[in-house]
């Protein structure tokens, strides 16, 4: 039986401020037949790296808007896809639709898929819950991460505020997408605001949002602990390549507490730079972020 699954009227992503990039689609990925999903895809296919920027819950590849320039001018590729259920990707409209492996292995599929090699992860918030567990079972194809606001989940009970954030988005049919990345980025605009709100003209758009929050693995018995607990170990004991992190300070859930727990797990990961006023989606500071990367990894002076 197909997925049942519903896509956002393409004119709803018109006009998007910072955005210009082209869409691209693929609806053929092994295991995910006739789901279409978007992906970004900038700069020279060719290119000796490429940067794989992986968005979390509520937001898209909109969220890189900021970033992606600055990594296409150090001549690199960029890839930011949009999660089934987010952005302008199709968004399967049953809950029980919606797991930890469905969403790891689309994003296997699609580096398969389109063969990234070189690349430079970046991840924040579920971006990096399911990223940060891809590179041990592709350990070939990734060479640096650039981490920010995130963590593995490996079971263990989630903080008072995290619960109360899982419990408001289990209770709120038509989640106020645009108003809570507003909340913890004041500074956005009324039309990036809407930007965020534009993959979701209603409530039925909204699953991928809502269940999100309840995927994330807060038992040891859920979906996806033990892979994040091999992945773990793998940053902990294998991992080979750079990185670089960033934090912004003001995140109350995913802020320098967890941060510097998952710093302590990344073997060789320098001191991490501080967006002071920076909140969740710190990716919203990615004019300061991107070039101390980038300057971090030599990719520019």
């Given at each position: 039986?197909?997925?049942e699954?519903?896509r956002t009227p393409d004119?709803r992503?018109?006009?998007?401020?910072?955005?210009p990039?082209?869409?691209?689609?693929?609806?053929?990925l092994p295991?995910?037949e006739?789901?279409r999903?978007?992906?970004v895809?900038e700069?020279p296919?060719?290119a000796?790296?490429?940067?794989?920027?992986?968005?979390g819950e509520p937001?898209w590849?909109?969220?890189?808007?900021?970033?992606?320039?600055?990594?296409?001018?150090s001549?690199?590729r960029?890839?930011?896809?949009?999660?089934?259920?987010?952005?302008?990707?199709?968004?399967?409209l049953?809950?029980e639709d919606?797991s930890?492996?469905?969403?790891r292995?689309?994003l296997m599929?699609?580096i398969?898929r389109l063969?990234?090699?070189?690349?430079?992860?970046?991840?924040?918030?579920?971006g990096g819950?399911?990223?940060?567990?891809?590179?041990?079972?592709?350990a070939?194809?990734?060479?640096?991460?650039?981490?920010?606001?995130?963590?593995?989940?490996?079971g263990i009970p989630a903080?008072?505020?995290?619960?109360?954030?899982?419990?408001?988005a289990?209770?709120?049919?038509?989640?106020?997408?645009?108003?809570?990345?507003?909340?913890?980025?004041?500074?956005?605009?009324?039309a990036e605001?809407?930007a965020?709100d534009a993959p979701?003209?209603?409530?039925t758009?909204?699953?991928?949002?809502?269940?999100?929050?309840q995927?994330?693995?807060?038992e040891p018995?859920?979906?996806g602990v033990?892979?994040s607990?091999?992945a773990a170990?793998f940053w902990?004991?294998?991992?080979?390549?750079?990185?670089?992190?960033a934090?912004g300070?003001?995140?109350?859930?995913?802020?320098?507490?967890?941060?510097?727990?998952?710093k302590?797990l990344?073997?060789?990961c320098p001191?991490?730079m501080?967006i002071?006023?920076?909140?969740?989606?710190?990716q919203e500071?990615?004019?300061?972020i991107?070039?101390?990367?980038l300057?971090?990894?030599?990719?520019?002076?």
């Amino acid at each position: 039986m197909a997925m049942e699954a519903i896509r956002t009227p393409d004119e709803r992503f018109e006009n998007l401020p910072d955005w210009p990039f082209t869409p691209n689609y693929v609806d053929d990925l092994p295991g995910y037949e006739g789901l279409r999903a978007h992906y970004v895809d900038e700069g020279p296919k060719d290119a000796e790296r490429t940067f794989l920027c992986l968005h979390g819950e509520p937001s898209w590849s909109y969220l890189y808007r900021h970033m992606i320039p600055h990594f296409v001018a150090s001549g690199a590729r960029v890839i930011a896809p949009d999660l089934l259920g987010f952005g302008r990707s199709d968004k399967p409209l049953r809950h029980e639709d919606y797991s930890f492996h469905f969403h790891r292995n689309f994003l296997m599929r699609l580096i398969e898929r389109l063969d990234l090699q070189n690349i430079t992860l970046v991840c924040q918030d579920w971006g990096g819950v399911l990223g940060l567990t891809i590179p041990m079972d592709m350990a070939e194809r990734f060479d640096r991460l650039l981490v920010m606001n995130t963590g593995l989940a490996v079971g263990i009970p989630a903080s008072k505020g995290f619960n109360e954030w899982r419990a408001y988005a289990k209770n709120t049919p038509d989640l106020p997408i645009g108003a809570i990345l507003k909340r913890a980025t004041p500074h956005l605009s009324d039309a990036e605001v809407a930007a965020y709100d534009a993959p979701f003209p209603d409530a039925t758009y909204k699953a991928g949002a809502r269940i999100f929050p309840q995927l994330v693995m807060t038992e040891p018995d859920m979906e996806g602990v033990n892979t994040s607990k091999r992945a773990a170990q793998f940053w902990n004991e294998d991992w080979a390549g750079e990185s670089f992190m960033a934090i912004g300070m003001q995140d109350p859930v995913l802020g320098p507490p967890a941060m510097h727990f998952l710093k302590g797990l990344i073997k060789g990961c320098p001191e991490p730079m501080e967006i002071a006023d920076g909140g969740h989606f710190v990716q919203e500071w990615g004019n300061e972020i991107a070039p101390a990367a980038l300057r971090h990894f030599g990719d520019i002076h």
